[in-house]
């Protein structure tokens, strides 16, 4: 189900883009958790912190880059 027309996501979209400068919307192909809610037809939105050295053995991740997306969810859902 192809939902990046959707309202929601166009704004949720938005409000990431302005907090990460080249943050982009795609499709993804990688096993998530959102094929267990995909037959609820609501809008799925993917994302993750800020990584580096994905899947090797020194793989870490920004938790600065999970406050930024926690704070952009927090203002993004208080506004609807």
Not at 14 to 20: G, K, R, T, V
Not at 54 to 62: I, L
Request: no cysteine; glycine share 8%; aromatic share 10%.
């Amino acid at each position: 189900q192809n939902r990046e027309g959707d309202p929601e996501i166009a704004a949720l979209f938005a409000a990431l883009s302005a907090e990460f400068p080249g943050f982009r919307l795609g499709r993804m192909s990688a096993a998530t958790d959102a094929t267990y809610y995909v037959h609820l037809g609501l809008p799925i939105v993917i994302f993750a912190a800020e990584s580096y050295g994905a899947h090797a053995q020194d793989e870490r991740g920004s938790v600065s880059s999970l406050h930024r997306y926690a704070d952009v969810l927090t203002r993004h859902l208080s506004n609807r």
